[in-house]
């Protein structure tokens, strides 16, 4: 079935550095790709997404990559802060009623 | 606008009671969806709505139910509750389906002893 994998699922960097966290697909006919940043006892909230038709979107500090053919989406975080440190969701949808998400990775991000 | 608001936050249930986890969104959105998030689990979808009147299962449907009797309530009702049920619950909501920003209320995190 449908599914979205997401690693690594804990992640710890030191303020300043950047972060990596990597998603891979299965439905081809996937073609949105959002991310939402979690912290503690909230709801979700999105902080970038992607489009199938574009490789790569930029909005600050935060970037998110897209390779359709291998089925692989990445957000990258660079010159990271406290602030940061929470859990983030990747996820994919085809359209109509349904978001597959990833299992989510859990940010550290020590001062 | 408030967003969407659920409630209540949290919730302690016994085996085999009911209750009902509010949400109301005030964004005029048609599409709302009930999801729970387990650990390590990321986010599962209980019930999604395309409209007033209009409400259909997603992936774990079993044990619950909703009504949408109009745009802005979405209600989800658990009944004869299980310990299985233990979960942190979130509402959200869309203008017009999946491909876009999902909207989600603050949660409701209930426990079932």
Known sequence: GE???QHPSTLSVQEGDSAVIKCTYSDS?????????????????????IRSNVGEKK???????????????SLHITETQPEDSAVYFCAASKGGFKTIFGAGTRLFVKA | NAGVTQTPKFRILKIGQSMTLQCAQDMNHNYMYWYRQDPGMGLKLIYYSVGAGITDKGEVPNGYNVSRSTTEDFPLRLELAAPSQTSVYFCASTKSGAREKLFFGSGTQLSVL
């Not at chain 1, 996937?30 to 970038?48: A, D, H, R, T, V």
């Not at chain 1, 909005?59 to 989406?73: E, G, P, S």
Request: no cysteine.
């Open chain 1, 59 to 73: 909005d600050q500090r935060i970037a998110v990559t897209l390779n359709k053919t291998a089925k692989h989406f």
């Open chain 1, 29 to 49: 006919a996937s073609n949105y790709f959002p991310w939402y940043k979690q912290e503690l006892g909230k709801g979700p909230q999105l902080i970038i997404d």
């Open chain 1, 3 to 5: 599914n979205v994998e």
